[in-house]
């Protein structure tokens, strides 16, 4: 069993940035590929980032490519979701994800899920 704990989320405005941490415990987290998820309220949960286990390869969704970046320290069991300009449509609730898949953009694949962390930006 792993247990995820996100944190970090907050209320922010339109541009700032933000740090989001996951600590992973239990199983194995350096052989897990780590993504993040959000789900706004009354949408599905949508693919954000992730990061496979050696290599570091990472993916993102094109709305959030080339603002958020995804990160991993397998010494600390830790996943991070750095944002920036951040936008309205980024509020959501924010999980990290472990998949024992080497890479892997759907969330059917991850088998532990964190409990979520608020994120909301304001205009």
């Known amino acids: 069993q792993m247990e995820l704990v996100e944190s970090g989320g907050k209320w922010v405005q339109v541009g700032d940035s933000l740090s989001l941490t996951c600590v992973a415990s239990?199983?194995?987290?350096?052989?897990?590929?780590m993504g993040w998820f959000r789900q706004a309220p009354g949408k599905a949960r949508e693919f954000v980032a992730m990061?496979?286990?050696?290599?570091?390869?990472?993916s993102y969704q094109n709305s959030v490519a080339g603002r958020f970046t995804i990160s991993r320290d397998n010494a600390r069991n830790t996943v991070y979701l750095e944002m920036k300009d951040l936008k309205p449509e980024d509020t959501a609730v924010y999980y990290c994800?472990?998949?024992?898949?080497?890479?892997?953009?759907?969330?059917?694949?991850?088998?532990?899920w964190g409990q979520g962390t608020q994120v909301t930006v304001s205009s």
């Open positions: 994800a472990a998949s024992a898949r080497m890479y892997t953009v759907d969330a059917l694949d991850y088998t532990y």
């Open positions: 239990g199983l194995t987290f350096s052989q897990s590929c």
């Open positions: 990061i496979t286990y050696t290599s570091g390869r990472e």
